[in-house]
């Protein structure tokens, strides 16, 4: 943490020759009688990405963005304001325009700077300098011509390869002064085969919190291609999803976007304050099967959802969500947590300096329950088995939300029979959870592909459920 | 460059000049570096918004925005960079990634500039630049105004998740080493309403916006307001469907998003990648034969006005349905040399498309379905441009003898795009311009209804 605040006060404070008494003149401007919470993120993000295709090194990018967010907070309200030049002029009329939002009254004093004791979960590493751009454009190459080796149908193959280094350093008016430098890659696969006029595809990728070294370790990037490849060939042999309420038994690791949408965003603290959610007003209640124990974990070691600190600066925990069915805890930001007279759980985030922080998942999945897996598909009769999906949404107010499953096969008389092409799967979220009857020993998470939107603002987020069985989900097909 | 934010009025762009210095200055730069030619987007926007909720403000923001970004080439190899630093030194190390990149991108004979003898040689006043002389207290009013509407709007309404208003500036130049050099600068507000509704049964939200060049052509906070309440009051008690294939009549905000797919389907980048279900369809019937889209790019006040597109290429009216049949596919320099064809101007998409048809209006549409789905909400991405599989959840209405009978919700609705297409009935009259599509209700013959 000493090491995050150190790289962030160089690469942030000290080219505009910005002091710790700078950030005191700001808070002057910002804090007031009537402001209960201030605070200044300053942020710099270096990203790059590198793209192949027809087995060309076809495009590069490079981008720096940097900046500070000023926010002000009044009750219920905020006042907001930033600058893309870390300067202090600019910092001090952010500051004034933030203050907006609380008019009146004399300015209070901030507190001595108080550094967060933080942990280490991702070395404070750049990705960009991780590996050279050769290696790199070797890397993508060696994708792609893995992808071409599998399978003669193969026409089209994608490589995408991300990594970008973010420094933030969190000052907020209680005096609190915290950092992390947030690395962050991706490698994303996608396949297209044709077969007699037909065509389909696949995709898989991963990444984390760490360096490209790790795609050069064992086969992680030769995987994803073969992945992509065994998809798109599954696809090319679907046939129409079916139509109807039926079983769905959901498959390991990136399925729990089903959680994500179904009860994680209904649980984030903004929409409880304001009781939009359909999960408003519902804590203690059984939201769910006795099987079911959801959590969201911000401090998984390397993991894409995780962080150091959240972008409040305040460190990031387990949460527990649902114990056994019953609706145990909200995720929560400072201001809404201090609105509903709780404590923040490290889930405020946002996309950038130019956003404003808003309670947001991390990592969101179901721990292991007691049923082979084997034996959940043996117990359907007619139903779906869908073990990879594109999107999902929610309407929190309504509670509806939507899946949409990429990979599905039919299951009849208990066994996986026929692949089924890709169909959007809706339920209501307050009592999906209730029909999930069997939860698999088979916890996994997500490879590390997963981005949530919320009010238009980007973050990276991991989820992870065992194998399970809902007992009647609408699936979206077209055969009646 | 005086990057202060303002705290009043943030208006007050930059000068068009001075972006066109910083652009020809990237240029050079690059041209010092070794590129053989580049072009040089520089960009700024400044914005307000205000939301309120409970007769109180909610949020206040103060917006400023710059980017500054370069693509260099080198011979046929390509690199790109951004940088929302402006300083000398950010311009000389954005040009440095760049052309650091392009050494280790492949050659590709497609890749370059757009043709010369495309570029756009003249720059219309396309009267797109209106701005708001609007400060804080004035836009929470109208915020207020907004929810006081929806809230009187109808009994059965519970609260406002927001109410919003926001106005917004931004200048963009855009040049190339072929001597060209644009600028489009314009202006953007819209106010905006999400109001919840509750019954017995739960609770439902929706919502209703308008966006314009020009203030004066918003609808009135109180209008914005009572819609957004009729709308979500209108969707309480929703019940589900059993399983079934009918007609679905998509309102026009759903039916923006299926022209989307259309577009997307015909566009370059899915074209040559031969990801499409619509490949080799130049000529082809796609729709019915009363099917006709046009695109008027230099519409005035248009949201989606343009001169030119992102490559500098000159736009120009289209016409890229007729009588049903695919007349022009949607092309960026690259696409067009990957097809051996020219850019149609459709670098960063279309410019004011408008479906037409007959002039039915939403009644007489409902009338001609007479039982049959009314979507109003869509969930999910749920479509595959490769494929033309399309999968969606779903809200909206149960329609009966060519009346809304209850509202429904909790199911999808299922086809493929190329059946959804050729099925497609008619084009309502009830057009909505609020966005770069502009078109009316569209009603298919027949999709999949899933539910209970």
């Keep these: 943490m000493t090491e995050s605040l150190d790289i962030a006060r160089d690469t942030l404070l000290a080219p505009a020759g910005l002091d710790d008494g700078a950030l005191a003149q700001a808070f002057d401007r910002l804090l007031g009688p009537s402001v209960d919470a201030a605070d200044l993120y300053f942020q710099c993000t270096r990203s790059e990405s590198w793209s192949l295709e027809d087995g060309m090194i076809k495009q590069g990018s490079h981008s720096i963005d940097q900046g500070v967010g000023v926010r002000a907070m009044s009750g219920e309200k905020t006042g907001f304001a930033y600058s893309d030049d870390i300067v202090l002029p600019a910092l001090l009329e952010a500051s004034g325009a933030a203050r907006a939002i609380a008019r009146s009254g004399q300015s209070r004093q901030l507190q001595a700077w108080q550094r967060g004791r933080g942990r280490s979960l991702y070395p404070p590493l750049d990705p960009v300098d991780s590996l050279s751009d050769q290696d790199k454009v070797d890397l993508l190459r060696r994708v792609d011509a893995e992808a071409r080796r599998l399978d003669p149908r193969v026409e089209q193959v994608f490589v995408n390869l991300n990594g970008s280094h973010d420094v933030v350093l969190i000052a907020d008016g209680e005096g609190r002064l915290n950092a992390d430098v947030r690395p962050l890659v991706r490698l994303n696969v996608r396949v297209q085969v044709e077969q007699n006029g037909r065509r389909e595809s696949g995709s898989a990728g991963g990444g984390g919190r760490y360096s490209y070294a790790r795609y050069q370790e064992g086969d992680m990037a030769l995987e994803f291609a073969r992945e992509a490849v065994r998809q798109a060939l599954v696809n090319l042999e679907a046939e129409e999803a079916p139509a109807g309420s039926m079983p769905v038994v959901l498959g390991a690791g990136w399925p729990g976007i089903l959680l994500h949408e179904a009860i994680g965003h209904g649980l984030e603290g903004d929409f409880n304050r304001k009781g939009s959610s359909a999960f408003a007003g519902r804590m203690g209640d059984r939201v769910a099967s006795e099987h079911c124990t959801v959590v969201d974990d911000g401090t998984l070691a390397d993991r894409r959802g995780s962080l150091n600190v959240d972008d409040e600066g305040h460190p990031t925990q387990c949460t527990t969500l649902i114990e056994n069915g019953i609706l145990k805890g909200f995720m929560q930001d400072r201001m809404n947590a201090r609105l509903m007279n709780t404590a923040p759980t490290g889930n405020g985030r946002r996309q950038s300096y130019a956003h404003l922080p808003m309670p947001r998942m991390t990592n969101t999945y179901m721990l292991a329950g007691p049923h082979d897996p084997d034996e959940i598909i043996a117990s359907v009769d007619r139903g779906l088995y869908a073990v990879n999906f594109g999107g999902g949404q929610v309407d929190i107010t309504s509670g509806k939300f939507v899946f949409s499953a990429s990979e599905a096969y039919l299951i009849e008389n208990g066994k996986v029979t026929r692949p089924v092409k890709g169909a959007t799967l809706i339920g209501n979220g307050p009592d999906v959870l209730t029909r999930v009857s069997m939860v698999g020993t088979d916890m996994a998470l997500d490879s590390g592909i997963g981005t949530c939107g919320k009010d238009g603002q980007l973050v990276p987020v991991g989820v992870g459920q065992p194998t399970l069985k809902v007992d009647a989900l609408t699936v979206g097909g077209t055969r009646n | ?452």
């Excluded at chain 2, 390509?78 to 402006?86: K, L, M, Q, T």
């Excluded at chain 2, 590709?108 to 043709?115: I, M």
């Excluded at chain 2, 519409?299 to 290429?313: H, I, K, T």
């Excluded at chain 2, 009314?374 to 749920?382: F, I, N, R």
Aim: glycine share 12%.
């Design chain 2, 1 to 452: 460059m005086n990057q202060v934010v303002q705290p009043e009025a943030a208006t007050g762009l930059p000068d068009e000049q001075m972006l066109i210095g910083l652009g020809e200055r990237v240029l050079d730069e690059a041209r010092r570096q070794g590129a053989t030619a580049a072009e040089a987007s520089v960009s700024v926007g400044t914005g307000l918004s205000v939301s309120v909720r409970r007769g109180a403000v909610d949020t206040l923001e103060y917006e400023r925005d710059r980017s500054l970004a370069v693509v260099v080439y080198m011979g046929q190899r390509s690199g790109a960079a951004s940088s929302a630093d402006f300083s000398e030194q950010s311009l000389k190390a954005t040009v440095a990634a760049a052309c650091s990149i392009a050494r280790y991108t492949s050659e590709d004979p497609a890749r370059g500039l757009a043709d010369p003898a495309l570029l756009a040689t003249e720059f219309p006043d396309l009267d797109l630049y209106h701005p708001w002389s609007l400060d804080a207290d004035r836009a929470i009013d109208l915020a207020l105004e907004c929810e006081a509407a929806a809230l009187a709007g109808d009994p059965r309404i519970a609260d406002c998740d927001s109410a919003s208003v926001s106005t917004g500036d931004g200048l963009r130049v855009y040049l190339n080493s072929h001597g060209f050099v644009g600028s489009r600068l314009g202006t953007r507000h819209s106010r905006s309403c999400v109001a919840i509704a509750r019954d017995e049964g739960g609770m439902q939200r929706d919502y209703w916006f308008s966006v314009a060049r020009h203030a004066d052509a918003l609808e009135t906070p109180a209008a914005i307001g009572k819609r957004a309440a009729q709308r979500a009051a209108s969707r309480l008690g929703g019940r589900r469907l059993s399983t079934r294939r009918v007609p679905v009549l998509y309102t026009p905000m759903m039916a923006r998003g299926v022209v989307g797919q259309f577009l997307g389907a015909i566009s370059g980048g899915n074209l040559y990648r031969k990801s499409s279900f619509l490949l080799n369809a130049l000529g082809e019937q796609v729709f019915p034969a009363h099917i006709r889209m046009q695109e008027f790019p230099r519409r005035p006040r248009g949201l989606a006005s343009a001169a030119f597109d992102n490559e500098g290429v000159a736009t120009r009216e289209r016409t890229i349905v007729d009588g049903g049949r695919l007349e022009t596919y949607l092309l960026d320099s690259y696409a067009a040399r990957r097809l051996d064809r020219q850019s149609t101007g459709h670098a960063g998409g279309v410019h004011n498309l408008e479906v037409q048809s007959g002039d039915r209006d939403f009644d007489q549409l409902l009338q001609d379905m007479g039982t049959g789905l009314v979507v109003t909400e869509l969930m999910g991405q749920g479509g595959n441009l490769v494929t033309g599989d399309y999968s969606r959840g779903a809200a909206g209405f149960w329609v009966e003898n060519g009346e809304l009978a209850y509202p429904v919700e909790e199911i999808t609705v299922a086809g493929n795009l190329k059946d959804m297409f050729a099925g497609l009935q008619a084009v309502g009259a009830d057009r909505d311009d609020r966005g770069g599509v502009i078109t009316g209700s569209l009603l298919f013959d027949s999709m999949t209804v899933a539910g209970e």
